[in-house]
């Protein structure tokens, strides 16, 4: 079934692992969503881009795997951890701290 990043509230990601609860927001690149991580037992943070960049742009979506690549590689208390990576519905994901 398709489903548009609009619409992934009560989705389950990455084979049930992620359930997406609720919008926290969006912006000019993407959406955020709050999730319950089912391994974890913990609530986590969901960022997904825009379909409509990633099909204007065919860059975007490398740019978007570098994002997260360089904040996988950074540490400080005021920069969210990275917990997983993904792809739901052809978009990539991130899930991180919440």
């Known amino acids: 079934m398709s489903t548009r990043a609009e619409s992934w ?3 389950q990601l990455a084979s049930g692992r992620y359930h997406v609860l609720a919008k926290l927001g969006e912006g000019g690149m993407g959406h955020v969503y709050r ?4 391994h974890l037992g913990a609530d986590v943070v969901i960022k997904v881009p825009r379909r409509s960049l990633l099909m204007e742009d065919p860059t975007f979506a490398a740019r978007f795997r570098g994002e997260i690549r360089s904040l996988v590689a950074l540490t400080h208390p005021h ?3 990275i917990l ?3 792809q739901h519905d052809g ?4 899930a991180m701290q919440y």
Do not use: K, N, S, Y
């Open 9 to 11: 509230v009560g989705q």
């Open 35 to 38: 999730a319950r991580d089912r």
């Open 79 to 81: 920069i969210v951890r």
């Open 84 to 86: 997983d990576v993904g």
């Open 91 to 94: 978009l990539p994901f991130a």
